[in-house]
Each structure stands twice: as structure tokens, then as C-alpha cells.
């Protein structure tokens, strides 16, 4: 099956820092998505991006379809940025998501 | 709240006993699935469904059944609980006419088999 590899698996910031996560997958895909798991364990989407660059805010996203990856940026990061990072790929078109092992993000005032 | 709902958010079987993990969504989303994530791991999806009455296996289904009766609800059973099931696990849905977009997860059920 498909690999999703993310690095780093960790990563402390100080607040106000910048940091770029990466997600790198070993076979064409359809669907890509980024979420993030919060402290508490919820799970919220922050992009769709199969392909191209996307803006949320202080957070964007670029997926490099023909190269296999993308990348997560979190600028100007907040304490509220803290929790785990999930890239997930979907290859057959069935909506089915397969996850990456995350990045853990600690942002410290 | 429109979204993705979950019950129990939290469960402690003994082996053998079953048990019915609800999730219900209001958002008329024909793409309902159920995944469970272990420590230190991303989300394994246990199976899934793209409408009512259509139900398939995902990647880690063996102990789990699921049915899909109604769009709104799509409830995932452990027929008989092994201390390997010991999880966290998430319901999710999203519109299939847009795919993608709209991936809506629930706030979890942890699940502890002792």
C-alpha cells in the first residue's frame, strides 16, 4: 500500500516562531488533506490540497503532486498551534483517507 | 451543533463482551467511515460506508461489524472486545459529490478492554 511519511515526527517552537512540516507520499494520489489533532484529541481539516498552494490565515499549504509531497507552513505560530499534525492521502477516489504517523508540534511561550 | 457525533466518549469492556460504538452526522453526508488510532500512530480506517445500506472493509476490519440503515447513522460493533482493540476511535463524514472537502470528524470514543 502507499506510504505516508511526515518529518519531523517532533517539533518545539518558541511562540512566534515560523516552521514548515512535510508530508512526502510514495504514489500518485487524488485527495490530500492536512489536519490537525489538538490537545484534546479533536481532529479539524485545515486544507484540501490535492495539488497547488492554499492560505488559511497564518497557515498555507503546497502540494507538489509530481514530486510527491507537500508541505504544511505555520507562521507566527501560537500557543493554540500546539497538538499533532496529519497528512492523509486518498489513491483510490473512495474518500478512504490513509494517515501519516504525524508531526507533534509544542509551541512555548 | 451540525456535525459529527459520537457516544460513549469513553468505554470499559471486560474480553468477550460486545458493545455498540453511535455516531450519527446532520449534515446529510452520503460518506460515513470509522477509523481507530493507537499511541504514537495516525488513523487506521476500520470501514466505511458511501450511502445507506453500502458498507466495505477498510484496512484493519477484522472484529468489527458495521451497518448503515440511514444516512444520518452509521454504528460500529465489537462483537466480542479483545484487550487489541483497546483504542481511540473516530467517526467521520463528508459529501461524496465534492470529495474532499467538508471531512468531518467526531470528537472520539476511548475505548479500554480489560
Known amino acids: 500500500g502507499i506510504q505516508v511519511e511526515q518529518s519531523p515526527p517532533d517539533l518545539i517552537l518558541q511562540e512566534g516562531a515560523n516552521s514548515t512540516l512535510r508530508c512526502n507520499f510514495s504514489?500518485?494520489?487524488?485527495?490530500l488533506q492536512w489536519f490537525h489533532q489538538n490537545p484534546w484529541g479533536q481532529l479539524i481539516n485545515l486544507f484540501y490540497i490535492p495539488s497547488g498552494t492554499k492560505q488559511n490565515g497564518r497557515l498555507s499549504a503546497t502540494t507538489v503532486a509530481t514530486e510527491r509531497y507537500s508541505l504544511l507552513y505555520i507562521s507566527s505560530s501560537q500557543t493554540t498551534d500546539s497538538g499533532v499534525y496529519f497528512c492523509?492521502?486518498?489513491?483510490?477516489?473512495?474518500?478512504?483517507?490513509?494517515f501519516g504517523t504525524g508531526t507533534r508540534l509544542t509551541v512555548i511561550p | 451543533n451540525a456535525g459529527v457525533t459520537q457516544t460513549p466518549k469513553f468505554q470499559v469492556l471486560k474480553t468477550g463482551q460486545s458493545m455498540t460504538l453511535q455516531c450519527a452526522q446532520d449534515m446529510n453526508h452520503e460518506y460515513m467511515s470509522w477509523y481507530r488510532q493507537d499511541p504514537g500512530m495516525g488513523l487506521r480506517l476500520i470501514h466505511y460506508s458511501v450511502g445507506a445500506g453500502i458498507t466495505d472493509q477498510g484496512e484493519v476490519p477484522n472484529g468489527y461489524n458495521v451497518s448503515r440503515s440511514t444516512t444520518e447513522d452509521f454504528p460500529l460493533r465489537l462483537l466480542s472486545a479483545a484487550p487489541s482493540q483497546t483504542s481511540v476511535y473516530f467517526c467521520?463524514?463528508?459529501?461524496?459529490?465534492?470529495?474532499?472537502?467538508?471531512?468531518?470528524f467526531g470528537s472520539g470514543t476511548r475505548l479500554t478492554v480489560v
Open positions: 467521520a463524514s463528508s459529501p461524496m459529490t465534492v470529495r474532499g472537502y467538508g471531512y468531518t
Open positions: 492523509a492521502v486518498d489513491q483510490t477516489g473512495a474518500n478512504n483517507l490513509f
Open positions: 504514489d500518485s494520489v487524488n485527495n
